[in-house]
């Protein structure tokens, strides 16, 4: 596997990107021919009404979830179409992943846990890039620590920790901060920044959080698993009034009912 560059660029693209779930008539079309590029060294949220497709777009740019037509690409490998060991070597390799849950082992301390990836694929940590990661996360001195002896902004922020920890060229982030309170929440996302800005990492975030979203360069907002706006560096207020329009009676302008079709501020 190759190393991709670490210049600018793409991180991951989706071409024509569907995903259906089930048969027949109880189809659930998540995704309809979603076209995206997620720029290198950039923090892009992903907003947009419960059911819209948000963790789908994720999975499936992540590999985790297969697609029903259209492909993906991390960085120049295209993913669709690889075998499940290739794809598994690959997201370890290259990807890093939090979710709304921390999912981190009780019984292990912070560090392990940190590392437990790492030294289930038998690889050996970067430990100049680890004293980094850990240091910028303000993590220093908890590593000693199970994960019930920290906050819940402290365990996202291990689990933050071990997304990056492998340097991934990419990290996808699932409503990191649905399951803390606020202060929790903005220390995670200002890490979340600050490994984009100080250790130029990508991150893709879901979120609904209109204050999170804003800590993003780039909001894409799905509706009805099409991608219906974007709002280049968003404001907490650009975002909360884009977000009110999901929920607004359809046709505000003269376009009638598909007016959804995204032609708002931004594009
Ligand atoms: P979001 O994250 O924006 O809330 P999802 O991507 O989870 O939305 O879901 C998009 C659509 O796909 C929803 O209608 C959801 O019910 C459906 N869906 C998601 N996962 C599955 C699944 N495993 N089986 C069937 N339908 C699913
Ligand atoms: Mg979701």
């Known amino acids: 596997m190759t190393t991709a560059d670490s210049g600018r660029g793409t991180a991951a693209r989706a071409r024509a990107l569907t995903k259906a779930y089930g048969t027949g008539e109880t189809t659930v079309l998540a995704l309809d021919a979603v076209d995206v590029d997620i720029d290198r060294g950039r923090f892009t949220a992903v907003m947009g009404p ?12 992540a590999g ?3 697609v029903s037509a259209g492909g993906v ?20 390799d290259r990807i890093g992943f939090m ?9 292990l301390s912070a560090a392990e846990n940190i590392t437990l990836p790492m030294d289930i694929a038998g690889r ?11 240091d910028t996360l303000g993590l220093r001195d908890r590593l000693r620590h199970r994960p ?29 901060t649905g399951n803390l309170d606020s202060r929790a929440g903005a220390e995670v ?20 959080d209109p204050s999170a979203a804003a800590c993003a360069d780039l909001v894409l907002f799905l509706a009805d698993g099409r991608i219906v706006d974007r709002i280049e560096a968003p404001t907490a207020a650009a975002v909360l009034e884009r977000m009110r329009r999901f929920s607004a009676p359809a046709a505000t302008g003269p376009a009638g009912p598909a007016a959804s079709e995204g032609s708002g501020e931004g594009s």
């Not at 849950?101 to 009780?106: G, K």
């Open 148 to 176: 019930n002896q920290l906050s819940g902004g402290q365990q996202q922020r291990v689990a933050c920790a071990r997304a990056l920890a492998s340097r991934p060229e990419l990290i996808f982030a699932d409503e990191p």
């Open 189 to 208: 996302l200002a890490f979340l920044r600050e490994a984009v800005d100080s250790l130029g990492q990508t991150v893709v975030m879901v979120t609904h």
């Open 124 to 134: 050996r940590p970067d430990q100049e890039w680890l004293d980094r990661v850990i």
């Open 64 to 66: 985790l979830d297969t």
């Open 99 to 107: 979710f709304q849950s921390f999912n981190l082992l009780p019984t």
């Open 50 to 61: 419960s059911g819209s497709g948000k963790s789908t777009l994720m999975h499936c740019l």
């Open 73 to 92: 690409w991390i960085g120049d490998t295209e993913i669709t179409g690889l075998r499940e060991r290739e794809l598994t070597r690959l997201r370890r």
